[in-house]
């Protein structure tokens, strides 16, 4: 790897620095010599001022040298700090605020300000936070068209305003420029003066940007600006990494076929309202299950069967209430969890969505004969708190309704 501009440059001082020492060691011989010999004259003395005036001088700068390199160093710790608690982090939120630390107390910022999609539609998440950490963060949201005001074949100038950081790696022109316009959009909402930008890229995806402020226009230094450039790629990683794992675990609840939440998504539910409940409140459940599935599918084939459970999912979904959760139970039988419902609510809710499957028309399902539901309705008791125990009682009275005939609702 070649090395860094800052390198040259320190060697550089450190060859200066030698000569300069070399130079005063011969003057100081040839000048004590002299004034042994002749006794002290004034351009002895003059020179001897002068000697005196490099020597501090070189003192000087040897000691402003080593602060600037104990902040170097302070730095690559800090950043191999940084690699090391992302590292351990999935969490986005955890990401954020590990970055934020570090960054706000060893880049010389005045702010330091993260920016990354929080919602599905693009909607972005603005965090800032000043050099002193007793100042709150401040936190906004941006509308989600950063990418709408970008061009992707725009040109970017090595030497452009702080608005974005030299190129010191391969990456999407857009993304620099989606990075820049965020950058601007900060800018003008919190009154920012100039600052460094690097785009947060996740799966390909452009998701937010980091950045730093500061006041004075030429005082970024190369490390300030590598520093950022490898915090970012750091922390796209570690997002990459998080939406993956959430995405991950979303599936792993989500019914494939019919996009409904699965059945160890219930249990999991489940398991979270159990501990919950309380006397009186108010909990129904509702247990579905088409009518004569086996025979349909024996007749018509699995691909029509897929298509009627599909179909039947998305008439529970669209006839329960938001706050209510349906969700495929197993083969073709169906749940849902009813907060907040009265026995009559609930046996209400169960007569909307047999009506609904009952309506759906045979004839886009490839069949002959309209699809029909079993519904089975329990509603807590006042003594009635296991949640388990409801869905055994809706299950017993959905098998009460198959028992009576099918297409019907029947309430424990």
Do not use: C
């Not at 003192?59 to 600037?68: F, K, L």
């Not at 800090?78 to 570090?102: H, K, N, Y």
């Amino acid at each position: 790897m070649p090395p860094t501009a800052e390198a040259v440059r320190d060697r550089r001082r450190y060859r200066a620095r030698a000569v300069l020492l070399v130079l005063g060691a011969g003057l100081s011989i040839v000048l004590a010599t002299m004034l042994v010999e002749s006794g002290p004259q004034p351009l002895e003395m003059l020179q001897a001022a002068i000697l005196v005036a490099i020597a501090v001088s070189v003192a000087v700068q040897r000691r402003t040298t080593a602060r600037v390199g104990r902040r170097r160093q302070a730095r690559e710790r800090s950043f191999t700090r940084i690699l090391q608690g992302l590292s351990r982090s999935v969490s986005p939120e955890s990401i954020v605020a590990a970055i934020m630390d570090e960054l706000r107390f060893t880049s010389g910022a005045d702010h330091v300000v993260v920016a990354r999609q929080t919602e599905p539609d693009g909607t972005m998440e603005v965090t800032l936070v000043t050099a002193s950490p007793s100042v709150p963060a401040s936190r906004t949201l941006l509308a989600p068209d950063i990418l709408g005001h970008t061009k992707p074949e725009s040109p970017r100038p090595q030497s452009a305003l702080s608005e974005g950081s030299p190129r010191s790696a391969p990456s999407s022109a857009r993304f620099q420029d989606a990075a820049d316009e965020l950058a601007r959009r900060v800018r003008a909402g919190y009154g920012l003066l100039y600052t460094l930008s690097e785009p947060l890229i996740a799966d390909r995806r452009f998701v937010g940007a980091l950045m730093l402020s500061k006041r004075t226009r030429d005082s970024w230094l190369e490390q300030d600006r590598r520093l950022l450039h490898w915090a970012s790629q750091e922390v796209s990683a570690a997002l990459a990494r998080a939406y993956a794992l959430e995405e991950l675990e979303t599936r792993a609840n989500i019914d494939a076929l019919t996009g409904l939440p699965n059945r160890r998504y219930l249990d999991e539910l489940v398991s979270i309202i159990r501990p919950r409940r309380r006397a009186g409140d108010d909990l129904g459940i509702l247990m579905i299950d088409i009518d004569r599935f086996k025979t349909l599918n024996d007749r018509y084939g699995h691909a029509t069967g897929d298509v009627v459970l599909r179909a039947v999912a998305g008439a529970i979904h669209n006839t329960v209430r938001a706050e209510d959760t349906p969700a495929r139970y197993g083969g073709e039988e169906f749940a849902v969890i009813l907060r907040r419902a009265s026995a009559k609510a609930a046996a209400e809710v169960a007569e909307r969505v047999r009506l609904a499957v009952k309506t759906i028309p045979p004839d886009r399902l490839g069949l002959e004969h309209p699809v029909s539901v079993s519904v089975g309705v329990a509603v807590a008791g006042d003594g009635d708190q296991d949640v388990r125990t409801i869905i055994e009682r809706a299950d017993r009275a959905m098998y009460v309704a198959k028992r009576g005939g099918r297409d019907r609702v029947a309430t424990a």
